[in-house]
């Protein structure tokens, strides 16, 4: 394993919530790259190989956490990723349903992102 943070991406539209998480995220030891929607997310995980993690809220303008998902996955087919919502029943779409994919549900407590980012990363580096 190397001496390099693991790097995150956070798609989130609800500013004073991005920002907040980030801090704590990076508090937790990642590199966090952050997005405003699921376009700009888009742009960056392109730009950013090394992306280990998306997480990404799952309504957002111009390109929603589904459609971001679906786009991140074509690029990087072992990207994980970890969804929030402040929408009690959200289904996940057929083509998603077979991957192993968390929903945090709003308002969370945010030791419990940094926990469950974690604990993704390090499975995957594992």
């Given at each position: 394993m190397s001496d390099t943070k693991p790097q995150i991406l956070l798609a989130e539209d609800e500013a004073m919530l991005r920002l907040i998480a980030v801090e704590m995220l990076e508090d937790a030891g990642f590199e966090v790259f952050e997005a405003s929607d699921g376009v700009e997310a888009l742009t960056l995980l392109k730009a950013n190989p090394e992306i280990a993690l998306l997480v990404s809220d799952i309504k957002m303008p111009r390109l929603d956490g589904y459609g971001l998902i679906e786009a991140g996955l074509a690029l990087k087919?072992?990207?994980?990723?970890?969804?929030?919502?402040?929408y009690a029943d959200v289904p996940l779409p057929s083509q998603l349903k077979a991957r192993d994919i968390q929903i945090l549900h709003k308002p969370f407590m945010l030791d419990d992102l940094c926990a469950i980012a974690a604990s993704i990363v390090t499975e995957s580096r594992a």
């Open positions: 087919p072992d990207l994980k990723v970890l969804l929030m919502t402040g």
